[in-house]
Nanobody, 117 residues
């Protein structure tokens, strides 16, 4: 089992910045990739950014050049640096961990990010 905890989130004005973090515990050695997803009201959950153990990253087109995903494996912590935030970035952001061997996916509880115009 893997547990994911996401403190942070909050309210920020458009154009501002915010950094999300996600602390992983449990069988963290079994994690193969981690990512951030978000879900806005009335919309489906979507991938924001993802990083593999090998360091390969991918981003949603809507956040490229503004968001940066990173991972501190020594601290078992995932980060999402969000710059130039827009009102359309408002959503609940979820941390995700992938366990390929058992085809498992673990989720954090979600944290609200609100960008005011």
């Amino acid at each position: 089992q893997v547990q994911l905890v996401e403190p942070g989130g909050g309210l920020v004005q458009a154009g501002g910045s915010l950094r999300l973090s996600c602390a992983a515990s449990g069988r963290t050695f079994s994690i193969n990739a981690m990512g951030w997803y978000r879900q806005a009201p009335g919309k489906q959950r979507e991938l924001v950014a993802r990083i593999t153990n090998g360091g390969t990253t991918n981003y949603a087109d809507s956040v490229k050049g503004r968001f940066t995903i990173s991972r501190d494996t020594a601290k078992n912590t995932l980060y999402l640096q969000m710059n130039s935030l827009k009102p359309e970035d408002t959503a609940v952001y979820y941390c995700n961990a992938e366990q390929w061997r058992f085809n498992n996916a673990y989720w954090g509880q979600g944290t609200q990010v609100t960008v005011s115009s």
